[in-house]
Antibody, heavy 117, light 109 residues
Framework: EVQLLESGGGLVKPGGSLRLSCAASGFIFSSAWMNWVRQAPGKGLEWVGRIRRKVDDEATDYAAPVQGRFTVSRDDSKNILYLQMNSLKTEDTAVYYC????????WGQGTMVTVSS | QTVVTQEPSLTVSPGGTVTLTCASNTGAVTSDYYPNWVQQKPGQAPRSLIYSTSKKHSWTPARFSGSLLGGKAALTLSGVQTEDEAEYYCLLYHGVAQVFGGGTKLTVL
């Protein structure tokens, strides 16, 4: 079964850090460009960042609001995607989804991150 | 700043046809923006329906189709069913960035 399963969400104070994981199964993870997308409570979808494949140098791109604070990485040996989030702000509170590139069109179920004092 | 605009809400009757559109403030939407359409029902994760303007995934019902229409990306639902009531988001690729529209809430009644 094709699946993406996020984990690592929780409650963190402003200025803190958190690392999210996304375990992939049922498809060739190493061949896929991978994305993180978030959704604040009651709001729409917002693209966060992307990592390309190893053959594309695992290059990363980020949305302006998270540039310099968030880092996307991957471990193809474990089929896991990561999102390291530093200097968290209250406005980072959201459900975080990992997704594949457009061709595969796979979404995880999401993990909730709450940034609050 | 790139802004992608969708109709905030639309209503359609069961069995009817409705078209949702997706515009960019940078100009006409073309296939170079690789338009995607994503469906989200309340309390559920998003689900990809259309990619690269008009390509369907294996799970995409035949009644959904994507196109370019008058400088915008478009999602057309033909023979709408009650289960199609959901929020629909378009996604456009702007260079290295991806930008979602604000979503269209589709009501079927």
């Amino acid at each position: 079964e094709v699946q993406l399963l996020e984990s690592g969400g929780g409650l963190v104070k402003p200025g803190g850090s958190l690392r999210l994981s996304c375990a992939a199964s049922g498809f060739i993870f190493s061949s896929a460009w991978m994305n993180w997308v978030r959704q604040a409570p009651g709001k729409g979808l917002e693209w966060v960042g992307r990592i390309r494949r190893k053959v594309d140098d695992e290059a990363t791109d980020y949305a302006a609001p998270v540039q310099g604070r968030f880092t996307v990485s991957r471990d193809d040996s474990k089929n896991i995607l990561y999102l390291q989030m530093n200097s968290l702000k209250t406005e980072d509170t959201a459900v975080y989804y990992c997704t594949t590139g457009s061709d595969e069109g796979i979404w995880g179920q999401g993990t909730m991150v709450t940034v609050s004092s | 700043q790139t802004v992608v605009t969708q109709e905030p809400s639309l209503t359609v009757s069961p069995g009817g046809t409705v078209t949702l559109t997706c515009a960019s403030n940078t100009g006409a939407v073309t296939s170079d923006y690789y338009p995607n359409w994503v469906q989200q029902k309340p309390g559920q994760a998003p689900r990809s329906l259309i990619y690269s303007t008009s390509k369907k995934h294996s799970w995409t019902p035949a009644r959904f189709s994507g196109s370019l229409l008058g400088g915008k990306a478009a999602l057309t639902l033909s023979g709408v069913q009650t289960e199609d009531e959901a929020e629909y988001y378009c996604l456009l690729y702007h260079g290295v960035a991806q930008v979602f529209g604000g979503g269209t809430k589709l009501t079927v009644l």
